[in-house]
């Protein structure tokens, strides 16, 4: 066929058209969560490859994450839109009153709410050759609606981390099915923070590695010829704070054993009272609050608005919160253990990750940027909220965003001017009624 050999360069340009022909023709999107990442890291600790994707691409200081600000309700409400109440994901735990029992991970705890659709399912949903992955995403391997999505990984401890992001370059690049958004989740500086404290030599080392794998992602996008086709999203779903053990609360000392249920953990701590006895318990905490001075006792009724928390059965009759710095009597239990596991003397210098106060603590908020195709580049945006991610993954997506929270402004922020016969991220937002989702909708 051909008269003259075929040169080297040739046959890579071939190998090059072939990987951009496997990938999804609509806009493509990664997101990935570091868990725990505390939006200032980047102010002590030497990041240089996320330090490149903040100059290049866009972000903001910091994200207003979702109350409690623990990591199973902030990556529910990151996937979804709305608040915790509405989702129904209200903490790591929660004890529920149709069944009588504390519940933890499993797909009675997101499945909640059948209105809600987190943005793997509504991307798949949209149909025409779209594909959704999730990879150890809170949440993410369990069906919503009846339905599966394409591909998912559960959560793996230990899961190696580059096995995870070549997994996530895979789907991208399948040849029958290719990924057009892929949420990818690693647990870290979360895990050893919580033993360890944030201000820890071994944070500081989870940081550096943190940093290289986010190095290694963008090599491997530009290895395959992704680099300008692919959008990239960073982010985490809480910050954390270091706590020592003279600032442990024994609040179960105020209040008698076996009239109560617990469910949560520091500072938040769900208090529920046996028949008959809700007032009891709440006035011997009240009592205790104004003894200690440093934790704060609510009931349900008593909850912020602007929590957007008590509109939901699972939200507990009572709620115990330690003041910023403070932590509750899970700590009490848990420090021994971590010394003994992780083989370290504890002393009251000893200091433990802390995360789950209100979101307006400085040290409770996340991390936000982006790099692509469809993202603004050298951008610096003021901070919005956790719920407003939703809208931004659809504009990106190109596709029409269900109803939620959030709202539409900081996606015309971070996206781009749309190219020739794309939708400009004006049109995607106004395809939807955006009016607000509330629990009783």
């Known amino acids: 066929m051909f008269s003259q050999p075929i040169s080297l360069k040739f046959l890579y340009f071939l190998v090059l058209i072939s990987s951009v022909t496997c990938i999804s023709k609509h806009p493509v999107l990664i997101v990935v969560s570091f868990d725990a990442f505390r939006y200032n890291f980047f102010e002590t600790e030497n990041l240089p490859y996320m330090q490149l994707i903040k100059t290049k691409g866009t972000h903001a200081e910091y994200l207003y994450n979702v109350f409690p ?14 608040f915790p109440e509405v989702h129904g994901v209200i903490g790591n735990s929660y004890y529920d009153p149709e069944i009588k029992k504390v519940m933890k991970m499993g797909p009675g705890m997101y499945n909640y709410n059948d209105r809600v659709k987190p943005i793997w ?3 798949e949903d949209q149909g025409n050759g779209r594909y959704s992955g999730t990879f150890m995403w809170p949440g993410g391997d369990y069906s919503y609606q ?30 029958d099915k290719p990924a057009n958004l892929v949420m990818l989740y690693f647990e870290e500086p979360d895990t050893h923070g919580h033993a360890f404290g ?11 590695k943190l940093d290289n794998i986010t190095g290694y992602l963008h090599a491997q996008l530009e290895h395959h010829n992704l680099s300008d086709k692919v959008n ?24 008698t054993n076996g009239t109560y249920e617990w469910a949560g953990a520091s500072p938040a701590i769900q208090i529920i009272p046996h028949e008959g006895h809700e007032d009891i318990i709440y006035s011997a905490l009240k009592k205790g609050s104004k003894e200690n001075g440093h934790f704060k006792v609510y009931k349900k009724s008593e909850y912020l608005d602007r929590w957007h928390y008590k509109n939901n059965p699972r939200s507990p009759p009572i709620l115990v919160m330690a003041d910023e710095g403070y ?12 010394a003994k596991k992780y083989n370290f003397t504890l002393t009251n210098q000893s200091e433990f990750g802390v995360h789950g106060y209100d979101y307006t603590v400085k040290d409770m ?25 939703f809208n931004l993954f659809c504009a990106i997506l190109e596709i029409s965003p269900t109803k939620n929270n ?17 939708y400009s991220v004006g049109t995607i937002l106004m395809m939807s009624k955006l009016g607000g989702f509330e629990a009783s909708d």
């Open 69 to 82: 600000t623990k990591t199973f309700p902030n990556h529910h409400s990151i996937a979804t839109g709305v």
């Open 121 to 123: 399912r509504w991307n």
């Open 146 to 175: 009846g339905k599966n999505i394409t591909y998912s990984v559960g959560f793996q401890a230990g899961y190696d981390w580059k096995k995870r992001v070549d997994q996530v370059i895979k789907w991208i690049l399948d040849p």
């Open 198 to 208: 944030p201000n820890s030599v071994i944070i500081k080392d989870l940081l550096e």
């Open 232 to 255: 990239v999203v960073q982010l985490s779903d809480h910050g954390m704070t270091a706590v020592s053990p003279p600032f442990f609360i024994n609040i179960t000392q105020y209040i």
């Open 327 to 338: 932590a509750l009597d899970d700590l009490i239990i848990s420090a021994p253990q971590y």
């Open 365 to 389: 908020h996340p991390y936000f940027m982006a790099i692509g195709p469809k993202i603004k580049k050298e951008t610096k945006v003021d901070p919005f909220n956790t719920v407003d991610l």
């Open 406 to 422: 959030g709202s539409s402004t900081p996606a015309s922020h971070v996206l781009a001017a749309a190219g020739p016969g794309k």
